[in-house]
């Protein structure tokens, strides 16, 4: 195994999933990460539809290294019933999706060949 150095890792994304029936939850907790997280990490687009490799419909937390430690323990402890997928960004979409992510909650299977 090679092993590579953080080094790779030029920021962070985290996916919040959620369904019609999550929704409210997914908005709720949302506004709780905007307010608590105010202006230190990015919002993305609330996607009421699959976007991507992601099979469910979610938005996205961008965040760099030097937030991830506070920020993943935040979502750990905070997420109630949402999933998250979590993964770095290195450049090699592929394999930052499928090979270094990290879940919160339950995982799910990804839309891989969309990175392909």
């Known amino acids: 195994m090679t092993l ?8 962070w994304h985290a996916h919040v999933y959620f369904d019609s029936n999550s929704r409210d939850a997914a908005w709720a907790f949302r506004e709780q990460i905007e307010a608590h997280w105010s202006g230190k990490l990015q919002l993305g687009r609330f996607h009421e539809r699959p976007v ?3 099979p469910m419909w979610s938005y996205q937390l961008a965040f760099t290294q030097e937030q991830f ?3 993943i323990g935040w979502l750990t402890l905070n997420h ?3 999933d998250i997928f979590v993964h770095p960004n290195t450049g090699d979409a592929l394999g930052d999706h499928r090979d270094a992510a ?3 909650g339950r995982s799910h299977e990804l839309v891989l060949s969309v990175l392909t």
């Open 4 to 11: 590579r150095d953080t080094s790779a890792i030029e920021s």
């Open 80 to 82: 109630g019933t949402l």
């Open 102 to 104: 990290i879940w919160i």
């Open 52 to 54: 991507g490799p992601h």
């Open 69 to 71: 430690a506070a920020l």
